[in-house]
């Protein structure tokens, strides 16, 4: 398993392109099953979650290749409903192949999705939506075998802004027969960009981005050539980073209105924050204020995806800050490593409770899930002496060679790969 290893203490400064959206990317690769012929994407960022979902295509029947800075997709070949178990375990989007898998075949069979460990993570809200559509489903033991005859439109009101369930219903709506409406729905950039996507394919959608979106079916989408927009997660960590470590850094090709609530509560810690188009720079000259209480929840208020990298800013905070997780259960986890790094932090249920210290010491950590990874990567960049990273897959599957973009920025940061790992990939 790759290490990351990190000589914290170091100011970042200078500047970093942002890439795609991974979450944008995802259901919209998996979208690409609704038309037939060649869908060309650009923008779409390099991670382990992107191959397993274009390893998915692949065994599907499409052709799912990188050509230059482009992934292309010709869906025309695709001939199978099956989304192998093997892979549907590896990341919890392959739950997206639903929706377009039975709005082009009429039937799919998937498995329970695997993916981060942060919560119980249940599909109740793609089922009921599908099934709102038409679908019959029958689930056994792990496996679920969806049909439906045809789709028809319907008026779909989700107890919670799931973005899985908008766009898995957005994407089999696309292809039903008359109108759906989905109430409640999620409000994430990300699925604004699938609308986008769909709508340049043919489709007839609107309201993405409110909380009511209605799709009016369409017979078929025509293949197009899109852009992915830019990942805010990855713009956020890079700006929580900077912050950390008393930095000034540039970054470039982001989208500063996708980062609303994280600006905010970076001002009120007192970071400097300064936005020009797609251009945004940050610096913290002194101490982070700490920040009394922040609450993750759907968009576009603080992202659940931002509070572990967010609370090793807090961490370091001159004071005392409460974050609450009102989203997943299981998201946590990186505080007991930020604990062996010297922070000050105790949890209550679904709060942590901060006393921002002078100073994290580097250790050797564990990433236990993607975001989580990325908190210490940031921890370990801010704290003083060597920090060593184990379980880096989780990282890679969100972010497009961290070390990599921290290294532009001026942090002494490597990957070690076992050499058994390297000779495999000389081979
Ligand atoms: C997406 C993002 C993920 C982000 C999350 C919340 C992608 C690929 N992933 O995940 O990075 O952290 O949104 O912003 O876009 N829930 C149910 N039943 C369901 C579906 C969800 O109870 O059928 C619950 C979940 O357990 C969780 C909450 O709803 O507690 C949010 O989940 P959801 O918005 O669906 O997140 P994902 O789409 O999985």
Redesign the pocket.
């Known amino acids: 398993m790759d290490k990351l290893v990190i000589e914290g203490g170091r100011t970042l400064s200078g500047s970093v392109r942002i890439h795609g959206a991974?979450?944008a990317a995802?259901?919209i690769l998996a979208a690409c099953i609704l038309t037939d012929g060649e869908v060309h994407l650009h923008n779409v960022p390099r991670l382990l979650d992107i191959e397993v979902m274009m390893s998915i295509l692949n065994r599907l029947g499409c052709q799912a290749r990188h050509e230059q800075e482009m992934i292309i997709v010709d869906t025309s070949s695709a001939n199978s409903f099956h989304v192998p178990e093997d892979l549907m375990k590896q990341m919890?989007?392959s739950i997206f192949l639903m929706g377009p898998l039975l709005g082009r075949f009429g039937e799919v069979s998937i498995y329970q999705p695997g993916g981060c460990a942060i919560?119980?993570?249940?599909?109740?809200?793609?089922l009921q939506g599908l099934r709102a559509l038409g679908a019959v489903i029958e689930e056994k033991d792990q496996q679920i075998l969806c049909k439906a005859s045809k789709l028809v439109g319907a008026d779909i009101h989700l107890d919670?802004?799931?973005?899985?369930?908008t766009e898995n219903i957005m994407m089999a709506a696309t292809l039903a027969e008359g109108t759906t409406t989905i109430t409640n729905a999620?409000r994430?950039p990300?699925i604004q960009d699938l609308q986008n996507f769909l709508n340049q394919m043919g489709g007839s959608i609107i309201g993405a981005g409110t909380d009511t979106i209605t799709i009016q079916g369409v017979k078929k989408l025509i293949p197009c050539t899109y852009e992915i927009i830019p990942d805010r997660i990855e713009a956020g960590t890079v700006m929580i980073a900077a912050a950390a470590t008393r930095g000034n850094v540039t970054l470039t090709h982001c989208n500063p209105a996708h980062l609303t609530s994280l600006i905010h509560v970076l001002k009120r810690a007192g970071v400097q924050i300064g936005v020009c188009n797609d251009i945004m720079t940050v610096s913290c000259m002194s101490r982070p204020r700490a920040v009394e209480r922040i609450v993750t929840s759907?968009y576009p208020s603080f992202?659940?995806?931002l509070q572990s990298q967010f609370m090793i800013l807090l961490a370091l905070s001159d004071g005392f800050s409460v974050m609450k997780e009102t989203?997943?259960?299981g998201r946590f986890k990186h505080v007991n490593e930020l604990t062996v790094m010297g922070a000050d932090i105790s949890i209550d249920l679904n709060c942590a409770f901060i006393r921002g210290v002078q100073r994290l010491y580097g250790a050797t950590v564990e990433a236990t899930d993607l975001r989580a990874g990325a908190a210490l990567v940031i921890a370990g960049l801010a704290a003083q002496g060597k920090t060593i990273i184990e379980q880096v897959h989780h990282i890679d599957r969100g972010y497009d060679q961290i070390e990599v973009l921290f290294q532009k920025l001026g942090a002494d940061i490597q990957r070690h790969t076992p050499v058994h790992k390297q000779l495999d990939l000389a081979n």
Request: no cysteine; net charge negative.
């Open positions: 991974k979450n995802l259901p919890r989007s919560g119980e993570r249940k599909i109740d809200l793609h919670f802004p799931s973005v899985g369930a999620a994430e990300e759907p992202p659940t995806d989203v997943f259960e």
